[in-house]
């Protein structure tokens, strides 16, 4: 089995330090506070292409600007999933169709889809975790026969916080050798959920041990809060998952995307260049 091998770089279009005028165009609720967001240029196409797994930051004068993973790239426009949190956030969700934003980007490296080609490939996200994990399952899926068996478990609060609803329970699941598994933390009589109720670190166990699945062969990827990422990454490890086979995509406060304001730095590793993804094996060598 080949290594994985994350690689830096700037996609085609990119123009990293001058944000772009985008309009959105589409504005779709996920839950009661999150929201997908479609742009694209004036013209009708891509501000620039991203590979799966790169962040953009995204701009609305005067109030400010936000870093978000780009889940997903279309034909003509790329798609973020915003949750609202605070001052910005609460006024991208103000968004109609027809509404101008500023997007510079890409930023940051991918998740290795090439040097994960022909093996099995496990997503493991919480919440709004999913966005970015699910931009290299659209890959995978995109690109389906060149990986082997596709498992994603992934969890939220409560039945209303997952994100994805349509991909989760109807889309992912007809696709060939793809297994979707879901949890919730919290479940409430008449709340629309019948499934599984817990954790996703001992829920991802389970599903490794009902399911049979091996390590071998397998990259796992990982994005979620602290506390999931702490004990899914002791569990993948577990499990018997290579810390080289586990790439895990972070999350710091960041301002300019560039390496330049040293917001988002560990020791002498930028999240925002060096990063956002990386191997638990990469990590284990960041003094923190
Ligand atoms: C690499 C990266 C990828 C991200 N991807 C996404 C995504 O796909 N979808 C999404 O909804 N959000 C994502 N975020 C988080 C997003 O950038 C913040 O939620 C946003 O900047 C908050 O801005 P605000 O002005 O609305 O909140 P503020 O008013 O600035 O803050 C509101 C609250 O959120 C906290 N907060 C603000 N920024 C962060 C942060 N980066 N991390 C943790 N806490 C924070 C503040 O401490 C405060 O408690 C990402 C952040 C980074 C760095
Ligand atoms: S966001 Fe400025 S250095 Fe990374």
New binding site residues.
Partial sequence: MSELVLQHGCAKGGEPYVPQVCRVIDVRDQTHD?KTIRVQTPEGGLPFERKPGQ?AMVSLPP?????????SQGPDYLE?????????????HELRPGDEVGVRGP??NWFPFDSARGRNLVFVAGG?GM??VRSFIEYALEHRADYGRIDIVYSASTYDDLVYKDDLFQNWPKEPDTHVHVSVYHATDGDGWSGKVGYTAPYLKEVFAEEGLATDNAAAVLCGGPSLYRTCREALLELGFDPADVVT??????KCGVGKCGR?NVGGVF??LD??VFTEAELARIPR
């Fill in positions: 999150v962040l109030y400010g600007e936000c870093m978000f993973a780009i889940a973020f999933v915003i949750k609202r949190v605070g001052f910005v956030t609460e006024r991208l930023y940051g709004i966005p970015p995509t972070l999350e710091a406060r960041m988002c999240i925002c990063g956002p």
